[in-house]
């Protein structure tokens, strides 16, 4: 981390988060620390496979970042596209990443559009939106066929 989260701004966190992705074997910890003590991460749309939307809190947080670890040790990310809000501490960006899936030679390549808000320094919600069919087909051991009714 570059300087004190206390001082970053949601750009600043964004790329922090970036980089806790592109190393995200080690990087628990720190991407954690990245969100407020009641900071969210929601899903949208992860209703639609059986899984919540939003992780509130850090035990939350950290149990959804766990769990994305499990497949993934890192992450490129590229074509990021930033836009910030004017008189606001908040960005929208689209990016893209691949990772390998643990385990096998399965690339996970995914788009996103993210809406993250910063509050005294800290992420207070990053919003993502992406293509729950790519997740479902990573993510279940049968894929799509696992994907509830």
């Known amino acids: 981390m570059k300087k004190d989260t206390q001082m970053l701004s949601s750009r600043e966190l964004l790329n922090e988060f970036f980089d806790c992705l592109r190393h995200f074997d080690t990087s628990i910890n720190r991407c954690v620390d990245l969100f407020a003590d009641d900071g969210v991460f929601e899903f949208p749309y992860f209703p639609?496979?059986?899984?919540?939307?939003r992780f509130e809190g850090k035990v939350a947080l950290r149990q959804v970042l766990e769990m994305i670890r499990s497949h993934f040790s890192s992450f490129t990310v590229s074509n990021i596209e930033i836009h910030e809000v004017k008189g606001a501490d908040i960005v929208f960006v689209r990016y893209h990443t691949d990772g390998f899936i643990d385990g096998t030679e399965r690339?996970?390549?995914?788009?996103?559009?993210?809406?993250?808000v910063a509050e005294g320094g800290k992420i207070k919600i990053l919003r993502e939106y992406l293509n729950v069919i790519l997740t479902a087909r990573m993510l279940f051991p049968n894929g799509l066929a696992d994907v509830p009714d």
Do not use: E, M
């Open 48 to 53: 639609v496979l059986g899984i919540p939307s």
């Open 107 to 116: 690339v996970y390549a995914q788009d996103y559009v993210s809406q993250l």
